[in-house]
C-alpha cells in the first residue's frame, strides 16, 4: 500500500506487531512504520468494533491508538520506533452487558 | 398570559423536580434558569444514587428517594441511565473498619439497617479488583448511580409535559412583593409574577436570599471529576473510602469517573472553573492505592462544577424565615442528586399543604443564626 | 523522546508549538534576552507544514517544493537563539495563573511561565462523508506527513478528494515523486469561483497566484481531474474498496480505490486555547471557530498569546509574522523592552504579514468547502469517537439539547478521546442547521484540561496539594 523511496536512507529498526517481526526505518513513528509493513487495520473502534485505521497522522484524531511496550492506548503516530519495540493492536470494545 | 401559581428559580435537578411535583398536582408552574437546564452542578456531578454514609437527617429523605429511583421512569418516561450495582465504602485499616462498625450500630439504634458491614472476604467478593491491604467496606446493596445530565433534562421534560414552562437564559435580578404577589425581574428585562416562589438556585441562591434581605452563610465550589479512557470491565459498584475522599464508577462503556471532592476554583458570575491539578494528582494516588488495575489507565478529560455548600453540609430546604410564601431547595454540599427526585415532591407538599411528609426541620434557613456563641 | 529532568520549575516566557510561529516568536524573544522554552509534541522542529524538515530521509528536494524548504531557515537561527527547546513533550493544560502541564517520556511536570505564545497550528477540517471512517480513507495531510517522515508514497488506487490548495500541492508532490494517481475529484462549488472573482486582483499580485497555477496545470496534465464533485462516499467491507461520488449533472460514478485523500482546508487547532478560556469567535468567511486576539496576538486571558494559524488560518508566512509580533509584545509586557520600541521594531513584521495575508480573502472564497461536506446526514458519523450519527444529532436537539455541551453530556459526541478535534465544528453546524441558527450563534463545545491524555502514573506523580483540607468528606 505504501512503498518507500529509494532516496531515503536510513538504518533499519526491528520490532513485533502482534508478537509477529517487523523491519522499519529509523525516524518511523510508529504508525508510518505498520503502514510501510502493510499493516492498515490498528484497532476496533471503541462502541461498534469496526475496524479503524490511521487518519491524519499528527496526532489529532486519535485512530492511532495502539499499546506500545506494554502501555496501552498510545498515538502510534507520535511515538519514534525502536529496537525490539513491542506493539500490540487493540480490541475496541469495552462494554459488557449489565 | 395568566401568571402561573409558582415561579421556580432554577433550572438544576431540584428546580426541575420541584416544577414537575407541582405540575403533577395541577399548579401551573413556571422555571426561570439563567443558562440552560442541567448547566452546573445537576449536569456534571458524578450522578452518585446513594444512600450510604448519609447524615442522619438526610436519610429519610434519601431512602424516600431511593423508592423513587428505583421506578424513575414512571415519574419521568426515561430510565435516566440509572444503573443499581451497589455503593460501597472502603476501610483501608483496622481502624478504619471500626469506624464502619460504629456507623452501623448507630444506625441501628435509629431504627436503620440499609447499611451493611462486609469483613475483608465479604468487601473482596463484591470487589475483587480493590487492592488487598483493604479491610472491609459498608455496603447499600440498591445504591448506584445515573446520568445526571439525561436525568435533569428528563425531568424539565416531563415537566414541561404536564404544562410547565421553563424559561432557559433568564437571570434573576430583582425578586420583591407588589401587591401581594412576587414580583420577578430578570436581566433581560422582563417581568414575571406569582403568590409563590421557590428558590432552587443552587450556587447563587444566597443571591436570591440577599434580594429578601434574608441571610444565608452559602460557599461556592468547584468540585472537581475526571475520567479515564476505556478499561476492560473490572468493577460494578460505586467505590467511596473512609478516610481518603474519592467517588469511583465505572460505567457500562468501560470508562471510570473519579470524584471525590477536590476542589478546584470558581468565579460563579463568569460560570468559570478551574482545575487544580495537584488536587486531581492527590485523587489520582488514591486510585493508584486503591485499584492496581487502574494504574495503566489515562486521563481523557478532568472538569469541575459549580456548586453550593452549607456550613454544616447539609441543605436548606423548607419554607423562607422571613417571607411567607417563598420556600428554599438548595445548598447540597456536593450530595444533593439522589435527593432530587424527593426533594421536589416535599417542596409541592410545602406549597400546597403547608407542611411536609418528611422531617425538615434540621434543614431550616435560619439554623445559621442560632447557635453557640 | 526526551525527558523533563532539565527543565527548569519556570521560565519567563513559554512558546507551545515549534511550527513557523512558534519557532519565530522563541527566537526573537531569546535573543531579546528572554528565558524562553519552547516546548513541542514533535519530536523535531517544524510543526505540520514543516515537517521532518530537519531531518527529511529525502534525497531528492525537488519533490517537496521549494516552499517547504523555506521552513529550514527557520531552524539555524533559534537553535543559536539560546532558547531552550523540549521536543516529543505534550502541553495538557495552561491555567489563567500561566502554570503549564506538560508530560514527556511518562513523566508530567507543571511549569509556570511570565507569559505564554500558544502556537498550535491547525488541523485539517473534518470531512464527514459516508463511509470516512473505513481504513484507506485518510486525509491529504496524512499521505503528505508520511511523505516528509518517512519517504514514503502510495501505490495502487490512489483518489485524491476535496478542495484547496493542500490538495494540489499533495498531488503534485506525489506525481514528482512517482506515484500515479486515478482520479482528483474537485469538490469545490462553482458558485465559489464568482464569488471569489472581486477578490482576484489581491491574488493575482501574491505570490500564491504564480505558484497555484503552475501546480495546477502541472496535475491536471497528468491526473484527471473531476471538477464540481457534489457529493462522495467511500464503500467498502472492512476497508475502503470504491469511491462513489456525483457530478453535478447528478449521475454517479464508482471508481476502485485502495487510498482515498481527502483535503477541504484547515481550521485552527484550538483546543488548548480554549481549555485555557480564551474567548473564541465564529469567522463566517473561514466557517471556523478561532480564538479573538488583537493585532498583538493577544487573547481574552492576560499573558496567553496566540500567534500562527492557530489564531486563524493564514499560511505559514503569515505565522512567521505573527509569532515575532507577539514575541515583541511579551517582551514589552515583562519590561525588557519599551513600547515604543517594540512598535519600531513590529513595523517590518507587520508589513511582512499584510504581503503574507494578500491574496488569502480569494483563497478562502474560492475554497470555502460546501454545506454538503460540512452538515452532514443519516447515518453519516459525525463523532468518529464514540460514534455518533448526524441523524442522532439532530434528533437530540428535538428534544431539548440546543448546544454542542449538553449534546456532549447527553450523546458523548465529542467526549472521546480526540476532544471534538474532529467532530467540533461539525457538531455545532449540525446544531446551527437543525436549528436555523448561525455557528456563531450555537457555540462549540467548551473544553477542558488535559487537552491530551495524561496517564494516572503521570498525574499521581505530580506534586500535591499540602492542604488535605481542600478535600471534602463525602458523608
Redesign the interface.
Known amino acids: ?5 529509494p ?4 538504518d533499519t529498526v526491528s520490532l513485533t506487531v502482534d508478537g509477529n517481526a517487523l523491519t522499519a ?1 529509523a ?3 510508529v504508525a ?2 505498520l ?2 509493513a502493510g499493516v ?2 490498528c484497532r476496533t ?4 468494533e ?14 492511532c ?1 495502539l499499546a506500545i511496550d506494554g ?1 496501552q ?1 498510545r498515538q502510534a ?4 520506533v525502536a529496537d525490539g519495540m513491542r506493539i500490540e493492536t487493540q480490541a475496541g470494545k469495552r462494554e459488557v452487558g449489565r | 398570559m395568566a401568571a402561573p401559581d409558582v415561579i421556580v428559580i432554577g433550572g438544576g435537578l431540584h428546580g426541575c423536580s420541584s416544577a414537575l411535583h407541582l405540575a403533577r398536582r395541577g399548579l401551573a408552574v413556571t422555571l426561570l434558569e439563567k443558562d ?3 448547566r452546573h452542578a445537576s ?2 456531578n458524578a450522578g452518585g444514587v446513594r444512600r ?4 442522619v437527617a438526610e436519610i429519610p429523605l434519601s431512602l424516600a428517594a431511593m423508592e423513587l429511583w428505583h421506578g424513575i421512569r414512571d415519574l419521568v418516561d426515561d430510565d435516566c441511565g440509572f444503573e443499581s450495582h451497589g455503593q460501597v ?1 472502603v476501610a483501608e485499616s483496622e481502624a478504619e473498619l471500626e469506624i464502619l462498625r460504629r456507623r452501623v450500630a448507630e444506625l441501628g439504634t435509629l431504627g436503620y439497617s440499609h447499611e451493611e458491614l462486609l469483613g475483608a472476604d465479604g468487601l473482596r467478593e463484591i470487589l475483587p479488583a480493590v487492592s488487598p491491604h483493604c479491610t472491609g467496606a459498608l455496603l447499600c446493596r440498591a445504591d448506584g448511580a445515573a446520568n445526571p ?2 436525568t435533569t ?1 428528563a425531568f ?2 416531563k415537566a414541561e409535559s404536564l404544562g410547565a414552562r421553563i424559561e432557559e437564559g433568564r437571570r434573576v435580578t430583582g425578586l420583591r412583593r407588589v401587591r401581594g404577589l412576587w414580583r420577578i425581574e430578570t436581566a433581560e428585562g422582563a417581568a414575571f409574577e406569582s403568590p409563590v416562589v421557590i428558590n432552587c438556585a443552587g450556587a447563587w441562591a444566597d443571591r436570591i436570599a440577599a434580594l429578601l434581605g434574608e441571610p444565608v452563610p452559602l460557599e461556592v ?1 468547584a ?1 472537581m471529576l475526571m ?3 476505556r478499561l476492560p470491565p473490572f468493577i460494578r459498584p460505586v467505590v ?1 473510602t473512609v478516610a ?4 469511583f464508577k465505572q460505567f457500562a ?1 468501560g470508562t471510570v469517573l473519579i470524584g ?4 478546584g476554583r470558581a468565579e460563579r458570575d463568569r460560570n ?1 472553573t ?9 485523587s ?2 488514591t ?2 492505592d486503591l485499584f492496581p488495575a ?10 469541575a462544577g459549580i456548586e453550593a ?1 452549607m456550613p454544616d ?1 447539609i441543605p436548606v430546604i423548607g419554607p423562607s424565615s422571613t417571607e411567607e410564601q417563598l420556600f428554599h431547595a438548595f445548598g447540597f454540599s ?2 444533593g442528586f439522589q435527593l432530587g427526585p424527593i426533594v421536589g415532591a416535599l417542596i409541592a407538599e410545602l406549597v400546597t399543604g403547608g407542611r411536609s411528609n418528611l422531617p425538615l426541620a434540621p434543614f431550616r434557613v435560619d439554623r445559621f443564626q442560632k447557635g453557640p456563641a | ?1 526526551s525527558d523533563l529532568a532539565g527543565l527548569k520549575a519556570s521560565y519567563e516566557l513559554a512558546v507551545v508549538g515549534a511550527g513557523p510561529a512558534g519557532l519565530a516568536a522563541a527566537t526573537l524573544a531569546a535573543e531579546l534576552g528572554i528565558d524562553t522554552l519552547l516546548i513541542d ?3 523535531g522542529p517544524g510543526g ?1 507544514i514543516y ?2 524538515i530537519a ?1 527529511s ?4 528536494p525537488a ?1 517537496l517544493g521549494a516552499d517547504y524548504w523555506q521552513g529550514a531557515t527557520l531552524l539555524a537561527p533559534f537553535r543559536a537563539s539560546g532558547a531552550a527547546y523540549l521536543p516529543g513533550a505534550a502541553v495538557w ?1 495552561v ?2 495563573a500561566l502554570e503549564i ?1 506538560v508530560s514527556a517520556g ?1 513523566t508530567a511536570r ?1 511549569i509556570q511561565a511570565k507569559h505564554v505564545i500558544l502556537a498550535t497550528g491547525a ?2 477540517r473534518p470531512f464527514p462523508i459516508p463511509g470516512w ?1 473505513l ?5 491529504a ?2 499521505a503528505q ?3 516528509k ?8 488506487e490512489i483518489v485524491l478528494a476535496g478542495s484547496g490548495p493542500l490538495l494540489w500541492l499533495v498531488a503534485a508532490q506525489y506525481l514528482r ?2 506515484a500515479r494517481i486515478a482520479a482528483l475529484l474537485d469538490t469545490t462549488p462553482r458558485a465559489n469561483r464568482s464569488a471569489a472573482l472581486r477578490h482576484f486582483p489581491a491574488f493575482l499580485v501574491s505570490s500564491y497566484f504564480a505558484k497555484g497555477i503552475a501546480l495546477m496545470r502541472a496535475v491536471k496534465r497528468r491526473v484527471r481531474v473531476v471538477r464540481n464533485v457534489t457529493a462522495l462516499a467511500g464503500e467498502g467491507q ?2 475502503l474498496e470504491t469511491v462513489v461520488y456525483r457530478e453535478e449533472d447528478g449521475r454517479e460514478r464508482h471508481l476502485p480505490a ?2 482515498l485523500l481527502l483535503h477541504q482546508g484547515v481550521t485552527p ?1 484550538l483546543n488548548l486555547a480554549n481549555a485555557t ?1 480564551c474567548a473564541q469567535a465564529w469567522d463566517e468567511r473561514q466557517l471556523c471557530f478561532k480564538p479573538v486576539v488583537d493585532g498583538w496576538g493577544a487573547s481574552s486571558i492576560d499573558g496567553v498569546s496566540i500567534a500562527g494559524d492557530g489564531a486563524g488560518i493564514a499560511g505559514a508566512a503569515a505565522a512567521e509574522a505573527r509569532g515575532r509580533l507577539a514575541a515583541l509584545a511579551a517582551a514589552a509586557k515583562l519590561g525588557r523592552i519599551a513600547s515604543a520600541e517594540r512598535d519600531r521594531r513590529a513595523a517590518a513584521h507587520r508589513a511582512a504579514l499584510a504581503r503574507a495575508e494578500r491574496g488569502r480573502a480569494f483563497l478562502d472564497t474560492l475554497y470555502r468547502p460546501a454545506k454538503a461536506f460540512r452538515v452532514p446526514q443519516g447515518d453519516v458519523v459525525a463523532c ?4 455518533v450519527s448526524a441523524r442522532e444529532i439532530v434528533a437530540a436537539v428535538a ?5 454542542p455541551n ?1 449534546m456532549k ?2 450523546l ?1 459526541c465529542g ?5 471534538g ?2 467532530c467540533g465544528l461539525t457538531v455545532s453546524e449540525l446544531i446551527a442547521d437543525a436549528r436555523g441558527l448561525s455557528p456563531a450563534a450555537v457555540g462549540y463545545y467548551r473544553l ?3 487537552v491530551k ?5 503521570e ?7 499540602s492542604e488535605a483540607v ?6
Open positions: 500500500m505504501f512503498r518507500r523511496l532516496d531515503a536512507k536510513r526505518r525516524g518511523d513513528s508510518a512504520a503502514l510501510a492498515l487495520v473502534s471503541a462502541v461498534s469496526t475496524p479503524r485505521a490511521p487518519y491524519c497522522l499528527m496526532g489529532v484524531c486519535f485512530e491508538l502501555r492506548n503516530c507520535l511515538v519514534q | 440552560h437546564v442541567g449536569g456534571v450510604l454514609g448519609r447524615h465504602k445530565y439525561r433534562l424539565k421534560r465550589w468540585l475520567i479515564s479512557g467511596g481518603r475522599p474519592l467517588s462503556n471525590g471532592g477536590y476542589r468559570w478551574e482545575l487544580d491539578f495537584r488536587g486531581l494528582a492527590q489520582a494516588e486510585v493508584w487502574m494504574r495503566g489507565a489515562e486521563i481523557v478529560r478532568a472538569w455548600r453540609d456536593g450530595h | 523522546m509534541e514533535q519530536d505540520q515537517r521532518a531531518r530521509p529525502l534525497g531528492e519533490i493544560s491555567s489563567r502541564g511518562g507543571l488541523l485539517e471512517t481504513p484507506g480513507v485518510m486525509t495531510g496524512a506527513i508520511l511523505l517522515s518517512s519517504g514514503l508514497v502510495a501505490e495502487g515523486a512517482g472492512s476497508r485502495n487510498l487547532n478560556g468518529r469517537c464514540e460514534e428534544l431539548g439539547c440546543s448546544g449538553q453530556s447527553f458523548r467526549m472521546g478521546p480526540c476532544q478535534r474532529l477542558r484540561p488535559p491524555p495524561i496517564t494516572l502514573a498525574l499521581a506523580g505530580l506534586p500535591k496539594s481542600k478535600a471534602v468528606e463525602r458523608s
